[in-house]
């Protein structure tokens, strides 16, 4: 990949994120790009995807909401109601228009991020675990628990068991605050509780 490209996404990210988001995607982008050299993917694609994971994150609510009704009508009503996922599909969306990503896993990546989906490539499930275990913002004690699990079981079912940790520690994150959980999280959840077999 164009080193130069990446610098230029990184200048822009630094000028429009937090410092601890500009930390936080930084981490993200690094530990996809572990986690795709651990399971024989394409470390850079890994590292574009984090990268751009959260680049909407800049933009408040209100704006979020208008960029998704004028661009992004087909969105469900229900992935709406949270607001601390708005940036998704906004960042995919700046990704493609801003940064002239054309690869539809990395952008679907990007847009599935916060809430998953069923039936998520490798590809799609490496970024989404990245963006929860990161180093420089993300609780080491956390990590430390997924990454035992990735190194503890092979192939898919680590991968499964690590996501089915994540979400499960998002579902209970979601009620303690008090918001809406997407159905589309709870159908990941139980789905992945199946495969996996812990009842």
């Not at 651990?38 to 960029?67: F, Q, S, T, W």
């Not at 499964?160 to 303690?176: G, P, R, W, Y």
């Amino acid at each position: 990949m164009n080193t130069g490209y990446t610098d230029n996404i990184k200048s822009w990210l630094k000028e429009n994120l937090s410092e601890e988001r500009y930390s936080h995607t930084i981490g993200t982008a690094e530990q996809a790009k572990e986690l795709a050299e651990m399971y024989g993917l394409d470390p850079e694609r890994a590292y574009l995807a984090g990268l751009l994971h959260d680049c909407a994150k800049c933009v408040v609510n209100g704006e979020l909401l208008e960029i998704i009704k004028k661009e992004m009508p087909d969105i469900p009503e229900c992935e709406l109601s949270n607001y601390k996922t708005l940036h998704a599909p906004v960042s995919e969306h700046f990704a493609r228009t801003k940064f002239n990503v054309s690869d539809p896993e990395i952008l679907s990546a990007i847009r599935v991020h916060t809430l998953g989906k069923l039936d998520m490539s490798l590809f799609e499930q490496i970024v989404f675990l990245a963006d929860k275990i990161e180093p420089n913002t993300r609780d080491l004690k956390f990590r430390d628990e997924v990454l035992l699990i990735l190194k503890n079981n092979e192939g898919q079912k680590g991968i499964d068991l690590a996501l089915l940790k994540c979400f499960k520690s998002t579902i209970i994150s979601l009620v303690k605050r008090n918001l809406e959980i997407c159905p589309v999280t709870i159908d990941v959840y139980n789905s992945l509780l199946e495969r996996v077999c812990v009842l």
